[in-house]
């Protein structure tokens, strides 16, 4: 059992370029989120979806986007980086509808925009 | 809105040492759960915690334990005999089950740096 799986782990990025942070679980979960972590800041909710076709808005959407074509994958976009995109992203899971139960993470992607 | 605040940014203690970090929360749903995880300088999020609002009881596991008061809405995390491999980044987090109890998202504070010295 993989768990939740994020790629690429480490990835610098050219201000202006495009790119995709994978993401996939294999637990058949309902629920998946994308989350940014900024020293200081915590980690903050970007976008989140709670089933295949169905994607939100988090606390920090601008500059992302977001699909969930699939229950196992979750990508997030980033269409044009800037420097402030500098970051660790974590991309995380759960089972179902009702809050609190067990919330997988995955191990993190460092993303660094220059 | 929901908020999580974690006043301590960081702290350090000596080995062996007892440590309790703070964490105080708002959230206006009567349905919620709290968390706490630990993030290791290898930077993964480790799980430590899950508490249910209807659930006031504190919890003891191994050196862990923690102290859930409703009535102060806080949710204290203490280490006791600390240890060097305790040393951590620890992370309160809250999510709130809104009216109509379908959505789901954590909100989380903003760390407690914990130095353990040998």
């Known amino acids: 059992n993989a768990g939740v799986t994020q790629t690429p782990k480490f990835q610098v990025l050219k201000t202006g370029q495009s790119m995709t942070l994978q993401c996939a679980q294999d637990m058949n979960h309902e629920y998946m989120s994308w989350y940014r972590q900024d020293p200081g800041m915590g980690l903050r909710l970007i976008h989140y979806s709670v089933g295949a076709g169905i994607t939100d808005q988090g606390e920090v959407p601008n500059g992302y986007n977001v699909s969930r074509s699939t229950t196992e994958d979750f990508p997030l976009r980033l269409l044009s980086a800037a420097p402030s995109q500098t970051s660790v992203y974590f991309c995380?899971?759960?089972?179902?509808?009702?809050?609190?139960?067990?919330?997988?993470f995955g191990e993190g992607s460092w993303l660094t925009v220059v | 809105a929901q908020k999580v605040t974690q006043a301590q940014t960081e702290i350090s203690v000596v080995e062996k040492e007892d440590v309790t970090l703070d964490c105080v929360y708002e959230?206006?749903?009567?349905?919620?759960?709290l968390f706490w995880y630990k993030q290791p300088p290898s930077g993964e999020l480790v799980f430590l915690i899950r508490r249910n609002s209807f659930d006031e009881q504190n919890e003891i596991s191994g050196r862990y334990s923690w102290n859930f008061q409703k009535s102060t809405s806080s949710f204290n995390f203490t280490i006791t005999a600390s240890q060097v491999v305790d040393s951590a980044v620890y992370f309160c987090a809250l999510s709130g089950l809104n009216s109509g109890g379908s959505n789901y998202k954590l909100t989380f504070g903003k760390g407690t740096l914990l130095t353990v010295n040998p």
């Open positions: 995380a899971s759960s089972p179902d509808r009702k809050s609190g139960n067990t919330i997988y």
């Open positions: 959230t206006r749903d009567t349905t919620y759960y």
